[in-house]
């Protein structure tokens, strides 16, 4: 009698695996919805720092929406579920030239 071997292969969900990035560019002022998909709740992170909802930052349907941007809240962008990254984003913001001042 011979002996049959079989190969399966097995895909583990890594929190560090190196998913796409989608570059954002806006200017100061600008807002933008930065989209995730997932079956459950989600957590937005910046630059591995978890987000809150403020004056700057909503939460709607798992998607982060991003009022009155400053350059100060440039970064990468990451949404969560349970541990795995679903989505990231390099959200690069420019000031504005010629403003008011001051």
């Known amino acids: 009698a011979g002996s049959t071997v079989e ?3 097995l895909t583990v969900d890594d929190p560090n695996e190196d ?3 989608t570059s954002v ?4 002022g600008d807002s ?3 989209d995730c998909v997932a079956s459950g709740s ?3 992170l910046l630059d591995e720092v978890p987000l809150s909802p403020g ?3 909503a939460f709607v349907d798992n998607n ?3 009022s009155d941007s400053t350059i100060y809240i440039s970064g990468i962008y990451t949404c ?3 541990g795995t990254n679903r989505k990231r984003y390099d959200v690069t913001i420019t000031a504005l030239d010629g403003g008011l001042g001051d």
């Not at 560019?25 to 100061?28: A, G, I, T, V």
């Open 7 to 9: 190969n399966a292969a």
């Open 19 to 21: 998913i796409s990035i």
């Open 25 to 28: 560019s806006l200017s100061e």
């Open 32 to 34: 933008v919805k930065l």
């Open 42 to 44: 989600v957590t937005w």
């Open 55 to 57: 004056s700057t930052f």
């Open 64 to 66: 982060l929406l991003i």
């Open 80 to 82: 969560r579920e349970k």
